[in-house]
């Protein structure tokens, strides 16, 4: 039988819980190693299962890749529903979160979602693809809470917050890739203090 919403075959309560384990050791061990740095081997090894499991769930690379884009997506977005952007004091924790996040691998691997599409984009386009869905959606969830903080007057009325959501976004992005080849999340708290400076007044 084959689960209408995602187009794979339906699995058990089992079956889901031993695929959710190897896209978990696998996202771990792509954010350290990169894609081409992980071998299916080293997943089987790392989620302690046989070949044939294995590729029961994943006929091949390809769709192990896709299945972590989808996971590290889902993870951020899921993140940053639970961040209050809502109010200024909210968008201070929220900066002291993603910042302590990075300090706490030094600064390394980059973005999950976005050290993916730096090494996928231009090979692989349907994980392009789902990485691109993923930023729209981790784009949607910063400009909702924007539009919170504007309609509580704490937000300048000329800022667009849907343009906010992506300025804010893209110095992530910038931010963490000097972080993590600087080997110094001082890059990363640069960029991000002085646009909350600029907007908000952070």
Not at 159 to 174: F, I, K
């Amino acid at each position: 039988m084959v689960n209408k919403m995602s187009g794979r075959p339906r699995l058990t309560p089992k079956g889901e819980r031993t695929r959710a384990r190897i896209v978990q050791e696998a996202a771990v061990l792509i954010h350290e190693r990169g894609v081409a740095g992980t071998t299916l081997d080293d997943v089987k090894a790392a989620a302690e299962v046989s070949g044939s499991q294995l590729y029961h769930y994943f006929p091949d690379k390809n769709d192990l890749v896709q299945a972590v884009v989808d996971y590290q997506a889902d993870a951020t977005v899921s993140n940053q529903r639970h961040a209050d952007l809502g109010s200024v004091q909210g968008v201070q924790a929220w900066r002291d979160m993603v910042i302590y996040a990075a300090e706490r691998v030094q600064a390394k691997g980059g973005c999950p979602l976005g050290s993916l599409g730096g090494q996928l984009a231009e090979s692989d386009p349907e994980a392009r693809s789902l990485i691109a869905a993923g930023f729209q959606r981790w784009t949607a969830e910063i400009s909702e809470g924007l539009r919170s903080l504007q309609a509580r007057g704490q937000l300048p009325p000329s800022l667009d917050p849907d343009d906010l959501a992506v300025t804010l976004l893209a110095t992530l992005q910038g931010g963490l890739l000097l972080a993590q080849v600087q080997r110094s999340t001082r890059p990363f708290e640069t960029a991000v203090d002085t646009l909350l400076a600029l907007t908000i007044g952070g």
